[in-house]
Structure formats: C-alpha cells, structure tokens
Antibody, heavy 120, light 109 residues
Framework: DVQLLESGGGLVQPGGSLRLSCAAS????????MTWVRQAPGKGLEWVSG????????YYADSVKGRFSISRDNSKNTVFLQMNSLRGEDTAVYYC?????????????WGQGTLVTVSS | DIQMTQSPSSVSASVGDRVTITCRAS??????LAWYQQKPGKAPKLLIY???TLQSGVPSRFSGSGSGTDFTLTISSLQPEDFATYYC???????????FGGGTKVEIK
C-alpha cells in the first residue's frame, strides 16, 4: 500500500525556518513527481510546490517562490520542503502528495498532513 | 497564471438528488482537469482525472465532463457519504501552476 508520512511541522516565529519531510513507501518513488499542498485554517486547498520524479524540474506557487525550496532524495524515498522567511499567512496544514505521472500532475495519494503555525 | 473558478461555492441537496458542480479555467487546459473530494479533518481524495476518468475505487455515481475551459462534476444520486467539499484543479505543469478552484461545499438540505 502507498503510504506518505509527513513530519517537521510545528510552531515557528515569523521570519523563521522549518523543514518538512515526507517519507514515502509502497511505490517506485523515483518514477513519480511529488507535490506539497497546503490548507490554511478554514480555507481551501493551495498548491505550493512540485518536483519531477528525477528531481530535475521544480515548480512553485508565486506566494512561496524565493522563500521555499522543494527537493527529494530518491535513495531514501523522501521529499522535502525547506521553508524560510516564514510569515503568518504560511500557517496551514501542509500535505505531501504523490502525483500520477513522472511530471507534476494530479495527486492520487496524500499524507495525513502536518501543521505549521507561524506566530510570535 | 491559469485561474480556476468553481460554482456554486456551496449547494444544499438531499439524499438521492443529482448535483452538478462547474469549474471554469481562465484559458484552455484541454482535458487536464482533476476533481477532489475533501471531508472535514481529512486529506483530499482524487475522484476524477483528465476531466472524465474515474479514479480506481470511486463510485460510478460520480462523473466528469468537459474540455477546454468548462468542466462539470456530476453526482447522479447523492449519498450520505458524499457531503463534503469538492475542488477542481488544473493538472498539467506544462501549462503552468497546478491551481485549485475555490471549492464547492455540498451540504445537507
């Protein structure tokens, strides 16, 4: 079975940094793009960032470009989201998702989410 | 960037009703459209991809249609477990960012 387990969320002060991890199992990790999606409290889904299966292509929402960085370690079946210069509006549940294809596309499996709270 | 607009933002319906949700893209996305269902406190679930292909395990009462800029999700006979929020998404990175629509909440009438 496909499993995605996020970790690394928590409380951080504005301007601070956090690194999220997502450990994947149950599929050939390097064959699929991976994605981070977030959901602020009471709000809708926001696509944040995606990375191709090889790691050669990365994509970012305008709201996080220049502050967040996505990467993956295919030897450890893990995708990361490095979040710098955090703001209050980054407060959200962050979901890791597996894409249907090698390049960024629909997301057929999701983790349970990890909460990031940016507050002083 | 491509914008995705869903309507209505909420709908009240009864068990057994036919429910239709619309999603409009700001530019032509061919059939690169996905639909998700999300229940409170849970991760989203993929229902339909490439506009009309049902994800494995999804009941056949769900269907999707459309291409270009206008798309529709239809629930043919609403069941109690279908009360949830539904999102559409532009689903091809070669066309740009994978933007979600604002969501449609299906509530009990």
């Amino acid at each position: 079975d496909v499993q995605l387990l996020e970790s690394g969320g928590g409380l951080v002060q504005p301007g601070g940094s956090l690194r999220l991890s997502c450990a994947a199992s149950g599929f050939t990790f390097s064959n699929y793009a991976m994605t981070w999606v977030r959901q602020a409290p009471g709000k809708g889904l926001e696509w944040v960032s995606g990375i191709s299966g090889s790691g050669s292509s990365t994509y970012y929402a305008d709201s996080v470009k220049g502050r967040f960085s996505i990467s993956r370690d295919n030897s450890k079946n893990t995708v990361f989201l490095q979040m710098n210069s955090l703001r209050g509006e980054d407060t959200a549940v962050y979901y890791c998702a597996k894409d249907v294809r090698q390049h960024s596309s629909e997301h057929d499996y999701w983790g349970q989410g990890t909460l990031v709270t940016v507050s002083s | 960037d491509i914008q995705m607009t869903q309507s209505p933002s909420s709908v009240s319906a009864s068990v057994g009703d036919r429910v239709t949700i619309t999603c409009r893209a700001s530019q032509d996305i061919s059939s690169w459209l996905a639909w998700y269902q999300q229940k409170p406190g849970k991760a989203p679930k993929l229902l339909i991809y490439v506009a009309s292909t049902l994800q494995s395990g999804v009941p056949s009462r769900f269907s999707g249609s459309g291409s270009g800029t206008d798309f529709t999700l239809t629930i043919s006979s609403l069941q109690p477990e279908d009360f949830a929020t539904y999102y559409c998404q532009q689903a091809n990175s070669f066309l740009g960012k994978l933007t979600f629509g604002g969501g449609t909440k299906v509530e009990i009438k």
